[in-house]
């Protein structure tokens, strides 16, 4: 909801309708029908506010009990790709269903979770969306649950009943399962994950389905055997790139035994298949090489590398969509969907 143009206010906008400025403003509050105010007096009014640039104020409407057509967005930046697309494409997409958004990086942390929460309820927003990469604390579920009309989306499967909210889970398990079905299908025998170890709650949507895999496939899942750690903090340029390539020259890859690799971000990948052509190793010849994030840059590598995509247009479309559903029914018994990520199969995975 964009402010109201310069010198437009209720005042003006009953002047030009002709009206009493208590009636247009009770059309305008969306008290018209409930006062048996006729409709073509109220569509007058509203084309005339249209017209003038005129919006009522949010916060007066907050205060007033009333829906302030405000949302709250409580989400994470940061460098990987579609999650830098996040922010901006869902806010733009409310803005064209006629709603002002209140964007916060939740940058992950709990206390900031919380004070934004609590900002968001001074503001009287009409709902909130919501994205956790990990376990939710308490005090931040029960925050949230203060809020009638919520999207929660979350990286890691939660309880249905925690929540007040729709919850939207982006799966990563059936694009893992993909990838090492593929493996097998083409004579891999000895897959590997590199992964970074230094936060191990936000891999586990990724190595504990990864290792689930190769059990079903008969394949070695023992950690000795399928898991490259990497002490990759999150560097000040995001770098992860060099992060990556020196963790395999110093903890020496090449002694693994393995011929195919699973990397947790793209940046592995690159840097894995620059590694491997240096010792002699071909990719996908000898090594099938798959990264993570599906960043746009890596179809013109040669090989082409081979990843999975958070399918963000279609999960972007769902996150819409529920979160207006929830804004027009806010009392609606909060479901529960499940947006699975996909394998993009190119040439690193052979």
Same mark, same amino acid.
């Given at each position: 909801?964009?402010?109201?143009?310069?010198?437009?206010?209720?005042?003006?906008?009953?002047?030009?309708?002709?009206?009493?400025?208590?009636?247009?403003?009770?059309?305008?509050?969306?008290?018209?029908?409930?006062?048996?105010?006729?409709?073509?007096?109220?569509?007058?009014?509203?084309?005339?506010?249209?017209?003038?640039?005129?919006?009522?104020?949010?916060?007066?409407?907050?205060?007033?009990?009333?829906?302030?057509?405000?949302?709250?967005?409580?989400?994470?930046?940061?460098?990987?790709?579609?999650?830098?697309?996040?922010?901006?494409?869902?806010?733009?997409?409310?803005?064209?269903?006629?709603?002002?958004?209140?964007?916060?990086?939740?940058?992950?942390?709990?206390?900031?979770?919380?004070?934004?929460?609590?900002?968001?309820?001074?503001?009287?927003?009409?709902?909130?969306?919501?994205?956790?990469?990990?376990?939710?604390?308490?005090?931040?579920?029960?925050?949230?649950?203060?809020?009638?009309?919520?999207?929660?989306?979350?990286?890691?499967?939660?309880?249905?009943?925690?929540?007040?909210?729709?919850?939207?889970?982006?799966?990563?398990?059936? *694009?893992?399962?993909?990838?090492?079905?593929?493996?097998?299908?083409? $004579? @891999? /025998?000895? %897959?590997?994950? &590199?992964?970074? =170890?230094?936060?191990?709650?936000?891999?586990?949507?990724?190595?504990?389905?990864?290792?689930?895999?190769?059990?079903?496939?008969?394949?070695?899942?023992?950690?000795?055997?399928?898991?490259?750690?990497?002490?990759?903090?999150?560097?000040?340029?995001?770098?992860?790139?060099?992060?990556?390539?020196?963790?395999?020259?110093?903890?020496?890859?090449?002694?693994?035994?393995?011929?195919?690799?699973?990397?947790?971000?793209?940046? *592995?990948?690159?840097?894995?298949?620059?590694?491997?052509?240096?010792? $002699? @190793? /071909?990719? %996908?010849?000898? &090594?099938?090489? =798959?990264?993570?994030?599906?960043?746009?840059?890596?179809?013109?590598?040669?090989?082409?590398?081979?990843?999975?995509?958070?399918?963000?247009?279609?999960?972007?479309?769902?996150?819409?969509?529920?979160?207006?559903?929830?804004?027009?029914?806010?009392?609606?018994?909060?479901?529960?969907?499940?947006?699975?990520?996909?394998?993009?199969?190119?040439?690193?995975?052979?």
């Amino acid at each position: 909801m964009k402010a109201s143009a310069p010198g437009i206010t209720l005042k003006t906008v009953a002047a030009k309708a002709g009206l009493g400025r208590s009636t247009v403003g009770l059309i305008l509050n969306g008290r018209g029908d409930e006062l048996g105010i006729p409709a073509e007096t109220q569509a007058k009014v509203h084309k005339v506010a249209a017209n003038l640039g005129y919006r009522p104020n949010s916060l007066a409407l907050g205060l007033a009990g009333k829906k302030t057509q405000t949302i709250g967005l409580i989400l994470p930046s940061g460098p990987f790709y579609p999650q830098n697309l996040m922010p901006q494409d869902i806010s733009l997409r409310l803005h064209r269903r006629g709603y002002q958004t209140y964007l916060v990086d939740s940058l992950q942390d709990p206390d900031v979770m919380l004070e934004s929460l609590k900002e968001m309820a001074t503001r009287r927003v009409d709902g909130i969306c919501f994205h956790m990469k990990l376990p939710i604390p308490p005090k931040v579920r029960e925050a949230l649950n203060q809020f009638p009309a919520t999207v929660l989306i979350s990286n890691i499967p939660i309880p249905r009943t925690d929540f007040r909210a729709h919850v939207i889970y982006l799966d990563m398990v059936p *694009a893992i399962d993909d990838i090492v079905d593929h493996f097998v299908q083409t $004579g @891999r /025998r000895r %897959p590997m994950i &590199v992964t970074s =170890v230094n936060d191990a709650m936000t891999n586990l949507e990724k190595i504990g389905p990864f290792r689930d895999a190769l059990r079903r496939q008969g394949l070695d899942a023992s950690e000795e055997g399928t898991i490259f750690g990497v002490n990759a903090g999150i560097p000040r340029d995001s770098d992860y790139y060099t992060v990556f390539r020196d963790a395999f020259e110093a903890q020496r890859l090449e002694d693994r035994d393995f011929d195919a690799l699973f990397c947790t971000c793209d940046e *592995a990948a690159v840097a894995a298949i620059r590694y491997l052509t240096e010792k $002699g @190793r /071909r990719v %996908p010849d000898d &090594v099938a090489v =798959v990264g993570l994030n599906n960043t746009p840059m890596i179809q013109g590598y040669k090989p082409s590398i081979a990843s999975i995509s958070w399918n963000h247009v279609e999960a972007f479309d769902l996150i819409e969509a529920r979160m207006v559903e929830r804004l027009k029914k806010p009392d609606a018994v909060p479901g529960y969907d499940e947006a699975p990520l996909k394998f993009i199969r190119r040439e690193s995975a052979g």
